[in-house]
């Protein structure tokens, strides 16, 4: 088991490239199951979670090449079965995705109960409701989702509640469906865009992603693209804390500052420097950091992804500030981490309360999820002293190369194997 070793207190400086998005990519890559002809997909992530995507869609049969580190060749002409194998679907949330996509190619899905970040229940009746109002039937069956239908026929789909997976799925589903699909209260986040936009660019016909209203008219062919993935917005605000909370001077490049506005403009309430270009961002920090209260929501709303990060750096503000954050049930289980820190909180439910205490000082804590990981990364930046970090295959799923990015801002930290303590008992 390998854990983060940062011995903290210095201020982040120098220019750090955002990789592309975790959450667009996985979409991405499971949308290659609906391309009638070989892609190629630039700019995807080097993260754990596109890994087993990669290694989900070759043990189905598809060819996959990496051209280099970061472009992929998918040929998924040779899958056969719509089956997703067991193991490696449960340990992520994204392998949902390969129930929209196999059903709208094969007409038929099983893929097993997605898993993921520890974030709560997370059910998903709407992705269900979205398949059954163009026809399809589902059932559980041997821990397996199974989606079938004889054809799919495009209908109107109104979603409860806003969200991101049943709204791609429902994409998915519906872009080589008969007629048109209208998504009502869809969700609006950069990754449905871009998805919206790798679909077009095989020739499909959705209009209106970005917005609450997606119309989509089926088509019966996807012909082969290369497409980019979007850059990645939440290892952007990441980066835009960890410089503030170091109180350094970061150029985030390869961003695309529209998708950052909530987090600029929290960060600024917060009296951190923020400035906007055509690519980057500069973040800089020349005096004190002070409180801000905030609530998390689907985009353009302040994204859930950043608020263990962004809740971080209120721990070193002036001042008492409120975070509430209530789309998923269990998203501050860091706070217990934080505190071993000194950080001063106190959760109420979906509600935390921290009183700014200014420096934390370093210690022995745990990733307890992807960006509670990323939480901690930040906390030992700007904490005095050392602070060892485990469990870091968390943030595994979602940084490519953190350590090396934050090392190349001059920032000490160091990935360290941690020997196995029932090994040690049982050798010695
Ligand atoms: N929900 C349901 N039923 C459903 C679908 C969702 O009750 O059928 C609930 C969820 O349990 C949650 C809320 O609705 O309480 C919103 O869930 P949503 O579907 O929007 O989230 P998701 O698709 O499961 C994606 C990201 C998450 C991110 C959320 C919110 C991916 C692969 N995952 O999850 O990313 O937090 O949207 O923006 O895109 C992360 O990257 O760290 C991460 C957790």
Redesign the pocket.
């Known amino acids: 088991m390998e854990k983060f070793v940062i011995n903290g207190g210095i201020p982040l400086r120098g220019t750090v490239n955002i990789s592309g998005a975790?959450?667009?990519a996985?979409?991405l890559v499971a949308a290659t199951i609906l391309c009638d002809e070989p892609c190629i997909l630039e700019n995807v992530p080097e993260i754990s979670?596109i890994t087993k995507c990669l290694k989900i869609l070759r043990d189905m049969g598809a060819d996959i090449q990496l051209k280099d580190r970061n472009t992929v060749y998918f040929d998924t002409r040779s899958i056969t079965e719509p089956k997703v194998p067991e193991e490696l679907a449960r340990t992520?949330?994204?392998s949902?995705?390969f129930l929209g996509t196999l059903l709208g190619r094969f007409h038929e899905a099983y893929v097993p109960m997605p898993g993921?970040?520890n974030?709560?229940?997370?059910?998903?009746?709407?992705?269900?409701?979205a398949f059954n109002a163009l026809g399809a039937k589902d059932e559980i069956i041997n821990g397996s989702n199974h989606v079938w239908a004889d054809s799919l026929i495009g209908n109107q789909i109104y979603f409860?509640?806003?969200?991101?997976?049943?709204?791609?799925n429902a994409i998915f589903a519906a872009v080589k469906a008969k007629g048109m699909t209208v998504i009502e209260n869809a969700?609006k986040?950069p990754?449905i865009v871009d998805l919206a936009n790798f679909l077009n660019s095989m020739g499909a016909d959705i209009r209106g992603a970005g917005t609450d209203v997606i119309k989509i008219r089926g088509v019966e062919y996807l012909k082969g693209v290369t497409y980019a993935t979007i850059p990645d917005q939440?290892e952007a605000g990441t980066y835009m804390v960890a410089a503030a909370a170091t109180k350094g001077d970061v150029t985030i490049a390869n961003v695309i500052p529209k998708h950052l506005e909530s987090i600029t403009v929290k960060l600024r309430k917060c009296g951190v420097h923020v400035e906007e270009n055509d690519e980057s961002v500069h973040v800089w920090v020349d005096g004190p950091l002070m409180k801000t209260s905030l609530k998390t929501m689907?985009?353009p709303g302040f994204?859930?992804?950043m608020q263990p990060q962004f809740s971080t750096l209120l721990t070193m503000a002036e001042g008492t500030s409120i975070v509430t954050d209530?789309?998923?049930?269990n998203r501050f289980r860091y706070v217990a981490e934080l505190r071993r820190m000194g950080a001063d909180i106190s959760v109420d439910g979906k509600v935390a309360v921290i009183q700014g205490v200014g420096q934390l000082k370093g210690a022995p804590v745990s990733a307890t999820?992807?960006?509670a990981g990323a939480a901690m990364v930040i906390a030992g930046l700007a904490a005095q002293g050392t602070t060892e970090i485990d469990n870091i295959f968390y943030i595994e799923?979602?940084y490519e190369n953190i350590d090396e990015k934050l090392r190349g801002l001059g920032a000490d930290i160091k990935r360290v194997i941690k020997p196995d303590v029932e090994a040690v008992k049982l050798s010695g």
């Open positions: 975790k959450n667009a996985v979409a979670d992520m949330r994204a949902s995705y993921g970040c974030l709560g229940d997370r059910p998903i009746d709407q992705h269900l409701k409860d509640f806003v969200t991101v997976g049943a709204t791609m969700a986040e990754h939440i689907p985009h994204p859930t992804d209530d789309i998923f049930d999820d992807l960006r799923r979602g």
